[in-house]
């Protein structure tokens, strides 16, 4: 590991080879750009030119041109192919923690002048589930794209956790109930959950139940209900919803998903279920908490979805 950005430039030096774009005199002749690490990096994480071009946002042929020049001018063969996927070779493998410190380096100054930028413009690489967007924040934030139109939202609501070290994301809005501690931000409310089905579903000889794919066997909560009996697994919670409604079965949700349908031919049963320890967050990484438009969207946010705390407390279904 590297204790200061000179030891840094030292090892990257003792190496040979050059992060810079430019170079700074005739003698260093294999000097490359931190693209090429980078894309040898992500090679590396993806097994694939393919896998790391679509996730780079290049064309394969840029990456596999990068990667062969790079070997190309220091006599070396970085990767090989193998049946699952390029591997390092030795001489991959001796560079691999001195391209990571560089990607770590590289993306701590993008942070810290991001962190000193008072635009109101540029912009904002958002995310967070798409069911919260689809169905509570949509309309909101097309509102906000009004109010500050040199304001750009990049918005992400796949399935996973962006990592918001390497800037995959700035602002993210998320269901959780300990965030990391390299993220500040602030807890809107706690989620509560209850039992839903639909209206025609009869449950009074047996409960047929829709849980999540990491469930094993019956879960706990289900121990209230009478003959408890798994009949799907799901892995999204607009799938779950879709399945309650088409009538598989009952299932826990937080009560924001069912309560924002307004399906009449939904109901949630009577049962008192505990609050969950689950909030729902607005987090941001702290090398940005003075960046204007990423603080200026995160008030907006905490505005509206505090004007939703009864539909996350499940009140609009009692």
Known sequence: MFNS??????????????????????????????????????????????????????????????????????????????????????????????????????????????????????????????????????????????????????????????????????????????????????????MQHGFYKHKDLDVQKGTPLIVWQRDKGIPHWASQLLKPEVVMQVDDLQSMYTAVAAGFGLARMPCFMPDVMQNNDIERLPNLLPRSNWGVWILNHVDLRHTARIQTCRRYLQQVLSEYIPLFAGEWSN
């Open 5 to 190: 950005c000179g030891d840094l430039i030292s090892s990257v030096h003792s190496t040979g080879l050059l992060i810079n774009s430019q170079k700074m005199h005739s003698g260093f002749a294999n000097m490359h750009s931190w693209d090429d690490f980078r894309y040898f990096l992500h090679v590396v994480e993806y097994g694939s030119f393919s896998q790391a071009a679509a996730k780079l946002g290049v064309n394969h042929s840029t990456v596999s041109r990068r990667i062969q020049a790079l070997e190309s001018a220091h006599g070396v063969k970085l990767l090989e192919r193998t049946q699952t996927g390029y591997q390092m070779t030795d001489a991959g493998a001796s560079v691999f923690e001195l391209a990571e410190q560089m990607q770590l380096a590289n993306l701590a100054a993008s942070r810290v002048l991001l962190g000193q930028d008072a635009r109101l413009a540029g912009e904002i690489n958002l995310t967070m589930p798409h069911e919260l967007f689809d169905h509570v924040l949509a309309k909101p934030l097309r509102q906000f794209t009004l109010n500050y139109p040199e304001i750009r939202l990049n918005l992400q609501v796949s399935k996973g956790l962006r990592n918001m070290a390497n800037r995959e994301a700035d602002l993210a809005v998320r269901f959780t109930e300990t965030p990391p501690e390299y993220l500040i931000g602030s807890r809107v409310t706690t």
